[in-house]
């Protein structure tokens, strides 16, 4: 499953944060052969238990929510 994340959000970040956290996703942007990329995560949900994808999913969410830049 793909989770596109918001234009500026860099997806490098979020999975090195991920990381940190045991969360394993992969980057989208990398995939991409131009210069025009898409910011996204590459979700991996086969084999985990219900409760555990919701504690990921919220993790992920905090995640994401620190790296959104402050106006």
Avoid: F, H
């Amino acid at each position: 499953m793909v989770l596109w994340l918001k234009q500026g959000l860099d997806d490098s970040k979020v999975v090195q944060k991920c990381a940190a956290t045991g969360i394993s996703v992969r980057a989208i942007s990398p995939m991409y052969g131009t210069n025009i990329r898409r910011s996204g995560l590459l979700l991996g949900l086969g084999g985990y238990s219900n409760e555990d994808i919701i504690r990921a999913i919220i993790k992920l969410n905090e995640i994401i929510i620190s790296l959104i830049p402050r106006q």
